[in-house]
């Protein structure tokens, strides 16, 4: 069962699931921070506290988002979450572009002289904590974020107010659900990591666009969790200066360095994503190929 074979939705009923799910998740990560403040043994390696947290995460909103699916009659595939058996195609298809997307941004960054690449010798430890980094990204944000956002709440919006409108607003919601996050978090003395911004709301927003078009795109969510992933574990990987980390030429660089990275990774990404799409329409009306499991339309 897909998003394009139930019943239509009203667009109040639409909107109401895909507000509860954002609120839900914004509950599950102050839930989630408060309990690793205050819970936690102090002495616990960091690692380990974040590995626990990001565990919880994973395993609270992806299970609720399970239990609503059940509820209203659902599949998971519904929703975009493809058996696991076929998930690594699409999973490597949306890291692969994220990455490779990136690669062309580093490229053209270096050939202008707005920030140098840093590289640090590899060692066993230094390796071992960045395949740690990758579960806890993938559990902590790339999963559950999809899986509320790209899935449940996109797929509730396209059966009410079709695809166009539905990537939009389940954009918006990510956003606002970002930024509630960050909000709650100062009034509660927890240190967000990221202020609300103009640039942030920018990157969400066409965050939320690019992965939706991806989950369209490829019929599965797997994608988006996968450029999600690869986006969330590089940037990182840049700023904490493991391995490899950008050095601005400037101060001032140091904003242009972030826009190139958003630029090729995000908004090209975004737009390939949706030249396939089209494309697709196109040789389906043609007859050259069959539709694929989600098709964009109502």
Request: proline letters at 5%; hydrophobic letters at 60%; one cysteine or more.
């Amino acid at each position: 069962m897909t998003g394009t074979d139930r019943p239509a939705l009203s667009p109040r009923t639409a909107l109401a699931r895909a507000g509860h799910v954002a609120l839900g998740f914004v509950i599950v990560l102050i839930a989630v921070t408060a309990l690793g403040r205050f819970a936690l043994d102090p002495a616990l390696p960091g690692w380990a506290a974040q590995l626990i947290r990001a565990a919880l995460v994973g395993a609270l909103v992806t299970g609720g988002i399970v239990l609503l699916c059940r509820r209203e009659g659902r599949t998971l595939s519904g929703i975009g979450l493809t058996p696991l058996a076929g998930a690594w195609k699409p999973f490597l298809l949306g890291a692969g572009f994220w990455l490779a997307l990136a690669a062309v941004g580093l490229i053209a960054g270096l050939g202008t002289g707005a920030f140098s690449l840093v590289f640090t010798a590899p060692d066993p430890a230094l390796l071992g904590a960045l395949a740690l980094q990758i579960v806890i990204v993938f559990l902590y944000e790339a999963l559950p974020e999809e899986t509320a956002f790209r899935g449940y709440a996109l797929s509730n919006l396209m059966d009410a107010v079709g695809t166009w409108a539905g990537v939009a607003i389940q954009a918006i919601v990510f956003m606002l659900a970002g930024f509630a996050i960050v909000a709650l978090m100062g009034l509660l003395g927890f240190e967000p990591g990221w202020a609300i911004t103009l640039d942030r709301a920018i990157l969400l927003l066409t965050f939320g666009v690019t992965l939706a078009l991806f989950r369209l795109w490829t019929g599965s969510l797997w994608a988006a969790i996968g450029f999600h992933l690869a986006f969330q574990t590089v940037m990182q990987l840049f700023f904490a200066g493991r391995l490899i980390g950008l050095q601005p030429a400037s101060p001032a660089d140091a904003e242009t360095a972030a826009i190139i990275l958003w630029f090729f990774a995000i908004v090209i990404g975004g737009v390939i994503a949706l030249t396939g799409l089209f494309v697709d329409k196109r040789r389906r009306e043609a007859g050259w190929r069959k539709p694929p499991r989600i098709s964009p339309s109502r």
